[in-house]
C-alpha cells in the first residue's frame, strides 16, 4: 500500500458545489446496427434454439458467427450450416468487476467457447454458469478445452438476441 | 506530385435512406468486390487500406477495427481517417507518394439511418463551453451562415432554391441517386423554415451506402486492367472552428484548397479548364458560396449564372450533375466520394445519359458539414 501521498487531493464535493467550474453535456447517443443477412440470420436462429453458421467451400472453413463473405478467399461464402450447442472453452476469465469498478461477491465468468462443428478457433462470446463461486471453484471445474453445453431461455422469452443463451455449463 | 496517382478503380451501392436489410460490411463488400473487379486486383495485391470512419456516426469506438475483413485486407496495414472523404484521398496519395505502397484502397461508407438522433451526433462537433449550453438544434449554423453568405454576395434565396431544383432533377438520371424528385423553386421556397432563411428542402436528407476505390502509382498500371483516371491536384484547409470570429460570407477554406490543388494541376482558369464540377450542396446555399470560392464564378455572380443555366447538365459548366447531396442523399463524410465516383464515371465516359461531353477535366469539392469550415478540392483528370 501507499503509505504517504503529498499535496490536496481534488474532491468531489469540490465539483458538486462549484468551487471548480466545469462545463457538463449529456449526450443523446443512440444507435440502432442493422443486422444484414448474415447477423439477421443468425439471430433468427437463435430465436429457434438454434446455433447457425456459414460454410465456404473454398477454404473448407465453417464459420460463426455467420458472414456472408469469407474474409480470407474474399468471396461470398457458400452454405448456411446449423450446428451443435455444445462446444469446448477456448478462454475464460474469472471477473469481479462491476460497471462502476464495485467489486462482485460472486464472479461472473465470461469464456470464448468454440462451436462444436465449427472450424477451429471459431467461436461466440459467451457466460459458463454452474462453475462455482470463487476462482478456486471455477478453477476445479474449468480449464481450457473443457466441454459445455449451452442452456436457453424458455423459447416463449427468446427474442433473437445472443441472450437467449442463458449461458453455458460443462457437460459432465 | 512525385508520380502520377490514378483513380484505377471503382466500386459502389445504390444510395437508399435506409438499409435495414444489409450490414455495413455486407455494404462494403459488395462495393469491395466491384472496385477490385473493376481494377483488375486481388485482395493481395493491396498494399494499404485507408477508411474513413467517425466514431459517432459509427456507433462504435476505435471503429478502425472493424474495417478489414470486408475489404479483403485482413493482416494489412490499415488507416482510419477521421475526416472528409477527400482528405482520405489526400492521405491515399500521399502513402502511394511515401513510394512504400503501389496500389492502396480508400474506403468510406454511411449508415446514417442508424443514427437515431442525428442532430445530437452533430451537437458533439459544437463548442462545450460556448455553444452547446444554449441547447439549440445544431442547423442554426447553417442558418447564421445563409444569412451572411447572402448578405455578402448579394445572392438571394431564390436562387439558393433554385439550386435545390436542379440537382434533383439531374439526380432523375443517376440509377444510384436516393432523393431524384422534379421540385421547383417555389415549392423549395414554400416549404417549412428551418433557421430562417434556411428552409426544409434547402437541406439534403441522410443516406446509407457504400464505396470503395483502387488508387495506384503509375508504375502499377501495367499489371492493372482499371481506366486510370489521374489525380492531377488536392488539398484541404480548416478554418477557424470558432462561430464568434469565423468569416461567415466567404467559403475560405474551399479558396484555399483550390488555389493550391489548382497550382498542382496547372489549373490556371477554372472556369475554361474544367469540364464539370462536384460540389459540396450539403445545403443549397452552400453550393453557391463554394462555387464562388473555387472561382467557377466571380464573386456574387453564382445565382445569376446558375439561373442563367450556367451550371445545368447541358451548361457551360455542368455542376453537380450527377444530382449531388440534394439528389443523390447526404453521406457525411462520404459524401465526396460520391463525388469522386461522379468524377470517375464522366471521364471514363461512362456516366450513361448524363454523360457530360468531352469531360476531360473535372473537380470535387468537399466541406465537412455542420459545423466546420473545413473542406477539400480534388481536381482529376483522363489522358
Ligand atoms: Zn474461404
Known amino acids: ?172 | 506530385m512525385t508520380e502520377k496517382v490514378a483513380v484505377v478503380g471503382a466500386g459502389f451501392t445504390s444510395l437508399r435512406a435506409m438499409s435495414p436489410d444489409m450490414s455495413f460490411r455486407e455494404m462494403v463488400f459488395d462495393a469491395a468486390v466491384r472496385a477490385y473487379e473493376d481494377a483488375g486486383i486481388t485482395p493481395r495485391d493491396i498494399d494499404s487500406v485507408v477508411a474513413l470512419g467517425e466514431d459517432f456516426r459509427e456507433g462504435t469506438c476505435i471503429s478502425d477495427e472493424y474495417v478489414p475483413d470486408q475489404l479483403g485486407a485482413v493482416q494489412k496495414p490499415v488507416q482510419t481517417v477521421s475526416g472528409d472523404g477527400l482528405q482520405g484521398l489526400g492521405v491515399a496519395a500521399m502513402l502511394l507518394n511515401t513510394g512504400a505502397c503501389e496500389i492502396v484502397v480508400l474506403e468510406g461508407h454511411s449508415k446514417a439511418s442508424n443514427i437515431r438522433h442525428p442532430a445530437h451526433v452533430e451537437a458533439m462537433a459544437l463548442d462545450p463551453g460556448f455553444v452547446r449550453p444554449h441547447g439549440w438544434h445544431p442547423v442554426f449554423v447553417a442558418g447564421l451562415e445563409m444569412r451572411r453568405f447572402l448578405h455578402e454576395s448579394g445572392n438571394t434565396a431564390a436562387q439558393a432554391a433554385r439550386v435545390v431544383a436542379k440537382n434533383r432533377r439531374n439526380a432523375l438520371r443517376n440509377p444510384i441517386a436516393a432523393y431524384p424528385a422534379k421540385v421547383s423553386f417555389e415549392q423549395v421556397l414554400e416549404s417549412r423554415p428551418l433557421a430562417e432563411p434556411l428552409r426544409e428542402l434547402d437541406c439534403a436528407a441522410p443516406a446509407d451506402g457504400a464505396f470503395v476505390f483502387v488508387i495506384a502509382r503509375e508504375s502499377a498500371f501495367k499489371r492493372l486492367r482499371g481506366q486510370p483516371v489521374f489525380l492531377d491536384g488536392i488539398s484541404w484547409i480548416s478554418d477557424t472552428c470558432n462561430l464568434f470570429t469565423r468569416g461567415w460570407g466567404e467559403a475560405s477554406y474551399t479558396r484555399q484548397a483550390a488555389e493550391r490543388a489548382y497550382a498542382m494541376a496547372g489549373v490556371s482558369s477554372p472556369s475554361r479548364d474544367l469540364n464539370f464540377a462536384e460540389v459540396d450542396d450539403s445545403f443549397a446555399y452552400k453550393e453557391l458560396q463554394h462555387i464562388e470560392a473555387l472561382g467557377l464564378a466571380p464573386k456574387g455572380q453564382g445565382g445569376t449564372m446558375l439561373e442563367q443555366g450556367a451550371f445545368d447538365a447541358g451548361g457551360k459548366l455542368p455542376v453537380n450533375v450527377s444530382g449531388g447531396s440534394l439528389g443523390c442523399g447526404h453521406l457525411h463524410d462520404a459524401s465526396s466520394l460520391r463525388g469522386l465516383l461522379e468524377a470517375v464515371l464522366q471521364l471514363r465516359g461512362h456516366a450513361g445519359e448524363r454523360q457530360v461531353a468531352n469531360a476531360r477535366r473535372g473537380l470535387v469539392c468537399s466541406w465537412r458539414s455542420i459545423p466546420t469550415a473545413t473542406g477539400a478540392v480534388a481536381v482529376l483528370s483522363r489522358r
Open chain 1, 1 to 172: 500500500m501507499i503509505s504517504e501521498l503529498r499535496g490536496t487531493s481534488l474532491r468531489e464535493e469540490d465539483i458538486g458545489s462549484g468551487n471548480v467550474l466545469t462545463t457538463e453535456w449529456r449526450p443523446k447517443l443512440d444507435f440502432a446496427f442493422d443486422p444484414g443477412v448474415a447477423i439477421g440470420q443468425f439471430l433468427q436462429g437463435l430465436k429457434e434454439g438454434k446455433l447457425l453458421g456459414r460454410r465456404c467451400h473454398q477454404c473448407g472453413r465453417t464459420m460463426i458467427p455467420p458472414r456472408m463473405f469469407c474474409e480470407l478467399c474474399f468471396r461470398r461464402n457458400d452454405e448456411w450450416v446449423e450446428l451443435k450447442d455444445t462446444g469446448r472453452v477456448n478462454t475464460f476469465s474469472v471477473s469481479y468487476v462491476n460497471w462502476d469498478a464495485s467489486r462482485r461477491e460472486k464472479p461472473q465468468v465470461p469464456a470464448v467457447i468454440e462451436i462444436d462443428g465449427a472450424s477451429p478457433g471459431m467461436g461466440i462470446l459467451h457466460l459458463l454458469s454452474e462453475v462455482g463461486e470463487s476462482v478456486k471453484e471455477v478453477m476445479a471445474r474449468v480449464k481450457v478445452g473443457t466441454a459445455v453445453q449451452a442452456v436457453w431461455k424458455p423459447a416463449a422469452q427468446r427474442e433473437g438476441s445472443i441472450t437467449d443463451i442463458l449461458y453455458f455449463r460443462p457437460l459432465s
